[in-house]
């Protein structure tokens, strides 16, 4: 491992492209009924309030898994760009309006977001960076960034009237602090003005500090960042989009995959992955000095947890949150549901 | 411990009849006044809106401990029988409704079960084993099975459209796979179609894998299984039933009991035990590395723990949700409350 | 560390008159604009409800930072004198109504409380003890006392009509049992009787045990107690004030400060300190084999836990549970929100 293969794009955000190979016909190896195209534009046109006799019902679950992964406009958690100022990495974050937030295919709502997108860009920097984060606020209300995680002097830490006034609309601010060794992990960052509002809005995004001394942490193949949230845009949803517009996790078999979880939303969320055991490795990005298994993980508004997975069993795999209610309904899967992949 | 002691009839499922020598009148050592049956009719008839002062009150809660453990018609998660068909051990299924499934005395609702009940029966088999289950669906929806927690085939997982087509009113399918090595624990099964609906309906059962070698998980003297949920059919319930109709835990003096954990439902159910220390050695069926001591375990949808209590202390001690709302009203303890009483 | 120092009056209770020194202006460094005490004035009166711009919604902002730490009538937690009866500590608490309960500044409410306050008395007493607690209840219904995670003779566990006969408005009831060795760390007594509404009313207070052996616990410089309650009295609450009514917390750089979490409400409570991670040491009162670090821990009814934070980083740091529906709504925070002081 490396941090060049950690900074290369992510497979998790490659929009994949069918299940060929595992399937004949169909997404997942179903033939599509007639009901199915049918079913899909009941739900676009709403008109899904009557009692279902299972064949409709089983049509309108196989449309749903038919359409993942969904293509929908807009994608969050991209790489942040920066440039260098002397040793300093200089990033740029807009705190956005986004008028038609598509999470799910058809379906769009406002939200607020970094950079036009929800969830904001993903900020990767390594222990001992110095960084510079430029923020352009242009919503209607104020707005302040907190640095969910790390470890920084306190005029830095982003809380509008304890460490700073906020940032007006239109208002421009500059954080600035050093990245420090030790602080190695999965964290986040976040509006802390009105931030019940504007954090389950959109306006949240992955902080990945690399560690320095990369055999200071476990090694993997690839990694995938889950953000939850429970907000009012798209209801649950993972990385910003609800099912079938969320991403899958393509592995090859054999390969260690990396799961970093964030809760951004504001109830628990315990994920649970079909097929393979997950490895709890760190905890709000701290290593735990007893790694253990699960297959259901609780995950806590604010908490962290970085899971192994190690990709053995061969097939698409459902991976969701186990409250059944945010994944699934009498209309079929929605809201916070992936699949997890493993090719030969 | 060897599998015979842990195939033999579990103590939790016997009906306790009685804690004579524990107290000399009613069921927990207080005459029980004439209010309380008074109260019990009053509750009975749903005419308990008006203002109770406080020995009405006390009158509801005593008669619901006296009642305690109340038969009630219909109890679930009775051993699963099986055939041999050469090596391979064959279960049989049915998904039922239940028209009138009495979760508390007096009480009933639509259930949907296995089998007719709720919890479904208890499949328990081996690492090593192969299976094979067949399922017949005497529901008006379609339905699919998932072994929760199970290491298998992917096409064996049971979920609709990703891994199988449903089974539809009417049909039958057979899973069939075999027990790996290495997955014993504590596992479940449960529909993996409308699963939000059908799960929390009663759509579910304990799926328990016995080590190869027994020597390779702490040993026990007795063990019982909890399987909570609070769904549409009664509420806040434990294997089934609400308080007064849940079972109790009995254990003599110096007995090792573990408890099996397990939640089906939709929240959190903090689990706590008066009197004695939880002994937390499995998460999802995983032995942890470093076991660890509570009193109050949370338990999310989904997750699955494994406890050993040591039976030290003589006496019925409550053992409830502490969601306190879960657990008493003003009328008296219901839904997730049983007793583990240690006796001389 | 020695009994003497944790007996002394806790920091956190000491009203904290203000933080010179780290701001120039208002409480944390910011004037304090002319709408901010029209803004207290407008919450006062509740005048509130029209939509706000965004100078408007700062300033509420403000007015609730600049209160902090408000001053209210009443502090809950105080240590609970005894006096000697032989070897025996005897100690006395009523059952009360607190007809007006003053939760958040200029806001009250009916609460129900032990000795007058929300939480109780602090009880604190040292393995190997004996006990004896007397009882009042000036309540207008029944109750008992539970003594949650003790480990003590069943008679004495304060479950009604389970172990003893609830105790009537206007009578008394005496429990006595020796602490027991082993039985060390953060525990809680509360009412386990109409228990979903009393708790939730404040019936509720912290039950801590010394080691005999301090140096069977890690140490440190100074400690204090973080109980939790959703309940109807004052909404999201931090020993029973909501902020800015809350205590600060306040250390010198360089101190180790333990802080016992304890949850009496019915909801979780991931709680999140910014600035420094949190050492989770012991659960439900239990040393951990193998602390871990976090800086957001889960927090369900019914669990406490012990935590270690170094105090190195200087400054006000915010401290709240991060279900931010908790936290802060358009009109500030509120709730279930503190701040960590760290001074030079």
Redesign the interface.
Known sequence: MSNETNRKPDVSRRKFMGLAGLASAGA?G?ALTPWAAKAMDMKAAGLTGQKLN??E??AM??A???AFPAETEGLGGQPLEYEMDGDVKVFHLTCDIIPDWEFEPGKTTEAWGYNGAVPGPEIRVTEGDKIRVHVKNNL???TAI?W??L?????Q?G?????Q??I??GAEFTYEFPIREGNAGSHMYHS??????Q??MGLLGAFIIEPKDPASRPAFDSEHTIILNDGPIGGYTINGKSFPATSPIVAKKGERVMIRYMNEG???H?M?L????QLVIA????L?????????L?I????RFEVLIDAT??????FHC????H????HGMFGMVT?FIVEE
Chains 1, 2, 3 share one sequence.
């Open positions: 997942f179903t299972a064949d019902m089983d679950h196989q749903g898994v038919a209607e209300e104020s907190h969910h995680g470890i920084l002097p306190n005029s830490d809380v509008s009237f304890i460490t006034d906020p007006k609309p802390h003005h009105n931030s019940a509002k954090v389950t504001l109830m628990i315990p649970h079909h097929g393979m055991p905890q709000d990005g701290w735990l000095p007893q790694p253990y298994y699960c297959d259901t609780n806590a508004p604010g908490q069993e061969v097939g698409p795999w459902a186990h409250i059944l209610s994944a699934e309904s009498e699949v």
